[in-house]
């Protein structure tokens, strides 16, 4: 069964296209992730699909309703947390639970109950009566995610669910993302620029850039497809290595950030020969790392660029959503 159905789907704001022909289906039950860096159409993606933005062109079916001509039928079937918090600081966890509830006129004692059930699983019954504003970041994200599951959705939006949290926190909330889509079933469909977030969650990734699917599938088949073995280098002579390294097993070489990534058959094998080469052409090498490829080497693979080049984007972004809270 299709949970959602997209088909040429583009947004463009003015000249600028942000989303592009995208195309893609999703399975009821699936965890389904949009890989990019910032600015890639992540966010633009899902903003249609919850129809909280209106497409330019094309077409996309969430829960078999058509998302144009039926938007309140698509908003009653998900649920939806964005990257900007929306919590009331000022009331307590349960009081937002309960007003979300009365928003989607869920009757007092059903609602009282999901209310218990759902602060239970994201273990915040303890803290029920405490004030949002004395709430560490992983814990309004648990309640907010929480509250986007109060009218039962069948398909979860999650944008950048972990953005900004320490690795603990984001592992935690790792686990509650999977037990949501084990336990209930709940298809979700989460946009991240981390990389270990989407291999850890995700059956099926969409790799996305400038607006654009550029490669999709599970985070293995991903992996394969870049195929045998990553040799990092870093050196001086980076550009130069990237540009002249060849050898029948060597399928392909990316410089990036003063290092170059050689994929290449079988490092163990060829490893020696490739140091020895280095050393015929005289490149001065300060380290050499072996693994096996990774969804950045995915990335890097198909546009030439890695997705961390643009995280310090992402960081300085929350300190300014932040001090725009603060003031
Ligand atoms: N309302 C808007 N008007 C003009 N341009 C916009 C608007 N919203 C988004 N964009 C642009 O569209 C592009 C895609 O933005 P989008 O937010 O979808 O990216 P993203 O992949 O979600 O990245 P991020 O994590 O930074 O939000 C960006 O270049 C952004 O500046």
């Known amino acids: ?28 039950g699936e965890i389904f992730g949009l890989l990019g860096p910032n600015g890639a159409g992540k966010t633009t993606t899902i903003s249609m699909l919850s129809t909280l933005l209106e497409p330019t062109s094309g077409k996309a079916r969430v829960n078999g309703i058509d998302i144009q001509k039926d938007q309140d039928g ?61 709430f560490s ?14 009218h039962e959705p069948s398909v979860l939006f999650l944008d950048e669910p972990t953005l900004g949290l320490d690795p603990q926190t984001r592992n935690h909330l790792w686990e509650y993302i999977l037990t949501l889509n ?70 392909g070489a990316e410089q990036h950030d003063g290092q170059v990534t050689i994929r290449l058959q079988s490092a163990e094998e060829h490893i020696t020969e490739l140091i020895r080469l280095f050393g015929e052409r005289g490149y001065a090498i300060a380290s050499v790392s072996i693994h096996k490829p990774t969804l950045e080497d995915v990335f890097l693979h198909y546009t030439g660029k890695t997705i961390r080049e643009d995280e310090a984007g992402a960081t300085d972004r929350i300190r300014m959503r932040m001090m725009g809270r603060r003031h």
């Open 137 to 150: 970041g992983g814990m309004r994200r648990r309640l907010e995610i929480a509250r986007g599951l109060l």
């Open 182 to 251: 084990q336990t209930k079933g709940i298809t979700i469909i989460l946009t991240t620029h981390y990389m270990d977030e989407a291999d850890r969650l995700c059956g099926r990734i969409a790799i996305i850039d400038q607006g654009k699917i550029i490669a999709m599938d599970t985070p293995d088949e991903l992996k394969d497809r870049v195929g045998g073995d990553v040799v990092t280098v870093s050196s001086p002579d980076s550009e130069r290595i990237a540009a002249e390294i060849s050898a029948p097993w060597i399928f």
């Open 74 to 134: 698509v908003r009653k079937s998900i649920g939806i947390v964005f990257q900007d918090q929306s919590l009331d600081e000022e009331l307590t966890a349960w009081e937002n639970m309960d007003f979300h509830g009365r928003l989607y006129r869920i009757p007092k004692e059903i609602r009282e109950e999901r209310i218990t059930d759902l602060l239970h699983l994201v273990e915040l019954e303890d803290r029920k009566e405490s004030l949002v504003k004395t």
């Open 1 to 28: 069964m299709t949970a959602i159905h997209v088909e040429n789907l583009t947004k463009r704001f003015g000249n600028f296209t942000a989303v592009d022909a995208i195309s893609f289906d999703i399975k009821k």
